[in-house]
């Protein structure tokens, strides 16, 4: 273990993933009458996965870097759930374990070797690289591509549903002295 501290890692990861549990709530109080299935298969082009899988790999990728914190060492690969029931459930689990993890400590091991088994190739990072190019972009791509989804079925999100995680931050602006 290195003497990187995880948990501000864990925090931000935690938020994103509320963020998305969010947006999934409103996409539900907008997607009344209609087959919630359905908005889980929808996805941005035929050769992209569903928003359900990129529910699945937004938590996939929480679940990742907790467990290279504990020192298990996970496939890199995401198990794609049946429909939005499971979606949600493999989302609400990854948040609750992040939740859980972050009143731990955890340091951040020194590499990692992350296996990617579909193109027969691997790549070895240092720990922080490891969170900073690999796990936040991967997460923020899967994130970003679900809220994608959900716009491209003409559910009304905007900038906001997205940057929720800042909204207790926001104020006026203090008038200039005079």
């Known amino acids: 273990m290195s003497d990187i501290d995880a948990a501000p890692a864990l925090k931000l990861i935690a938020s994103r993933l509320k ?3 969010a947006m999934l709530d409103k996409a539900e109080g ?3 009458g209609r087959d919630l299935d359905a908005l889980a298969a929808a996805r941005v082009a035929p050769d992209m996965h569903p928003l359900a899988w990129q529910i699945a790999a937004t938590a996939t990728q929480s679940e990742l870097f907790l467990g290279w ?3 298990e060492d996970r496939p890199n ?3 794609a759930p049946s429909g939005w029931g499971e ?3 493999l989302l609400a689990k990854a948040l609750a374990d ?3 993890a972050g009143t731990a400590q955890h340091g951040m091991p020194e590499k990692r070797h992350i296996r990617l088994e579909a ?3 691997c790549l070895d990072l240092p720990g922080q690289r490891y969170l900073d190019d690999w796990i936040l972009p991967n997460l923020y791509f899967h994130l970003i591509t679900a809220y994608a989804i959900l716009r491209m079925q003409g559910l009304e999100f905007g900038k906001a549903d997205f940057m929720a995680h800042v909204a207790g931050d926001i104020r006026p ?4 002295p005079a």
């Open 19 to 21: 963020t998305l549990s």
């Open 77 to 79: 690969s995401v198990t």
């Open 69 to 71: 914190c504990r020192g």
């Open 98 to 100: 992040v939740e859980a």
């Open 30 to 32: 907008l997607w009344v």
């Open 173 to 176: 602006i203090a008038p200039l």
């Open 87 to 89: 979606a949600r459930a």
């Open 119 to 121: 193109i027969g190739m």
